[in-house]
């Protein structure tokens, strides 16, 4: 799949949103679950050191994500919606992979980082991430918070990443 056409299908996805304004993560899952009709729950957790940061799991009635507890806001919306990709762009089930000791019919769909093609993992992050840009969550590098110190430091990043205007 080329880059443009992930791009276009995230689009079509996205455009099929409710996304709200002012921006809450929760607030956007809960009308997601209306619309799909199950219940989205989201659960903060310690995930170990060499595991994915996020986890999205499907039972018979509910979806529940997991994600890393011992990180920063920002960063866990953004797993959240990573894994929210995956559900959205209703990526293949992994269950009897990676809980084969599980019944399918209690776990319906786990999808886990790993288990992912490249373009599932595209797909998922440029979901995320166009939802998050819609929502005005990302602050262009000019707007960042900082020490006035470090305002030269800023100023070469913002023109390095940035496109000229």
């Known amino acids: 799949m080329t880059a443009w056409s992930v791009r276009r299908r995230c689009r079509a996805i996205i455009r099929t ?13 809960a009308r997601l679950a209306t619309t799909r009709g199950r219940a989205i729950e989201l659960r903060a957790m310690p995930m ?5 940061s996020g986890l999205w799991v499907s039972t018979g009635d509910r979806d529940y994500i997991l ?5 920063t806001a920002l960063h866990q919306e953004h797993i959240v919606m990573h894994e929210l990709g995956h559900l959205l762009s209703d990526h293949a089930a992994a269950t009897d992979m990676l809980l084969p000791h599980l019944d399918p019919k209690l776990v319906g769909r786990v999808l886990h ?11 998922a992050e440029m979901i995320a991430s166009m939802i998050l840009e819609q ?31």
């Open 17 to 29: 949103l409710d996304i709200p304004v002012p921006f809450d993560v929760r607030v956007f899952c």
């Open 48 to 52: 170990p050191p060499d595991s994915p």
């Open 67 to 71: 994600y890393e507890r011992d990180t």
């Open 113 to 123: 980082r790993t288990t992912y093609s490249v373009d599932d993992e595209r797909m």
């Open 135 to 165: 929502a005005h969550r990302w602050k262009p590098v000019s707007e960042w918070e900082a020490p006035p110190e470090s305002a030269a430091i800023r100023h070469r990043v913002a023109r390095t990443i940035e496109p000229p205007r």
